[in-house]
Nanobody
Framework: QVQLVESGGGLVQPGGSLRLSCAAS????????IGWFRQAPGKEREGVSC????????YYADSVKGRFTISRDNAKNTVYLQMNSLKVEDTAVYYC???????????????????????WGKGTLVTVSS
């Protein structure tokens, strides 16, 4: 079965850390770019961070730069999002998506292409609250 499965979400206090995982099955992540996206209640989905399959280049939204780190382990067919110094405003459902076509920046920034991307996970909830 071809799918992406996110895990690692949960409840954390402000200033805390979480590591999200995005595991692929049924296809290899070696040849696709991967992105993390999030959607908070009542807000539009936004691109958080994306990573290239070819050269490992990355993109980060300004709101998470310096706090979040995206990485990939092709041997485990998994991409990670390390989230540090979490803020209440980071509360959202986090999704991963995969597609070989867009550039890393386009994947994270251009909302119009998100609906056509090849694979999406079902999301994992991150709640930052004291």
């Amino acid at each position: 079965q071809v799918q992406l499965v996110e895990s690692g979400g949960g409840l954390v206090q402000p200033g805390g850390s979480l590591r999200l995982s995005c595991a692929a099955s049924g296809f290899s992540l070696d040849y696709v770019n991967i992105g993390w996206f999030r959607q908070a209640p009542g807000k539009e989905r936004e691109g958080v961070s994306c990573i290239s399959s070819s050269d490992g280049s990355t993109y980060y939204a300004d709101s998470v730069k310096g706090r979040f780190t995206i990485s990939r382990d092709n041997a485990k067919n998994t991409v990670y999002l390390q989230m540090n110094s979490l803020k209440v405003e980071d509360t959202a459902v986090y999704y991963c998506a995969a597609d070989p076509r867009p550039t890393v920046q386009d994947m994270c920034v251009i909302q119009e292409i998100w609906g056509g991307m090849d694979y999406w996970g079902k999301g994992t909830l991150v709640t930052v609250s004291s």
